[in-house]
């Protein structure tokens, strides 16, 4: 106890702030929370059901739709409901910031409440009665697959570019020029994104990268680490960088000035 509670003391503000309002809060953080909450469901007012951090279960749901946390980063979850809607998917979903994986709390020493967490969802998951669960976020799928081994669950856990892989017609997917595709530190297969960018991109390079976003509280090393990426992209006349991960996106969008796509947006064009 004393142990995490000087961890807690010394963690930058960063951390302490990225879990304030995720996974189940009580007294003033889940006030925090459902304010954050009604914030967002009033900007975007389309996507305000799959923010109430409730299982939306549809009859005979093939597939649990699960993008968690990540249900506030909206051009990703619409293009996913757009794919998932266009190949005619039956499927249930479960979203908002109290669903939250627990692998944030994991990656931060709070074991306690990331074995809460992941148990919370072992349990929607099990409500949900679907086999298949899936999700744009790549730590997320890492979270399902540790809580279907813990709790010897009869799911699977799949990332949406494994799942939708071989629905989709590459022929009709815009040309992207000179394209690098980012393999963050959770990225298993960069053979599902090359095997999707080979009929539209002029070349291919495929690096290994951190995107910094968990080395939260470290500015000057993660500044570094942007500036290097950036470096290499303009030095190698990279038009277009993809990546299969949601946090390696989130993190990149805003800061390189390549543009940066994530897979769905991608897989959205070959409608």
């Known amino acids: 106890m004393m142990i995490e509670l000087r961890s807690r003391l010394k963690a930058p503000y960063r951390f302490s702030r990225y879990l304030l309002i995720r996974g189940k809060c009580t007294t003033l953080r889940r006030l925090i929370q459902n304010l954050y909450k009604k914030l967002q469901q009033h900007k975007h007012k389309n996507l305000a059901s799959y923010m109430n951090g409730t299982l939306i279960k549809k009859p005979s749901a093939d597939v649990l739709f699960y993008p968690g946390c990540y249900v506030h980063s909206p051009t990703t979850l619409n293009h996913t409901l757009l794919l998932l809607d266009y190949h005619k998917i039956n499927y249930s979903i479960l979203g908002g910031m109290n669903t939250c994986c627990g692998l944030p709390h994991l990656l931060q020493g709070r074991y306690d409440k990331a074995e ?147 897979l769905c947006q991608l897989l959205e064009e070959t409608k």
């Open 116 to 262: 809460e967490n992941l148990r919370q969802l072992h349990q929607s998951i099990i409500e949900s009665d679907c086999r298949i669960v899936i999700s744009g976020c790549l730590e997320c799928v890492e979270a399902i697959k540790l809580a279907q081994h813990l709790y010897q669950g009869e799911y699977q856990g799949k990332s949406i570019h494994e799942y939708l892989l071989g629905k989709i017609n590459p022929k009709k997917t815009k040309k992207l020029g000179n394209t690098l595709i980012l393999k963050g530190c959770r990225s298993t297969n960069t053979k599902i994104l090359e095997t999707q960018l080979k009929a539209h991109s002029q070349h291919i390079t495929t690096k290994k990268g951190c995107c910094a976003h968990w080395s939260l509280g470290y500015k000057d090393s993660n500044k570094k680490l942007i500036e290097e990426l950036q470096q290499e992209v303009t030095q190698n006349n990279i038009q277009s960088i993809v990546c299969d991960c949601l946090t390696c996106y989130e993190e990149l969008k805003d800061k390189i000035k390549t543009p940066t796509l994530e």
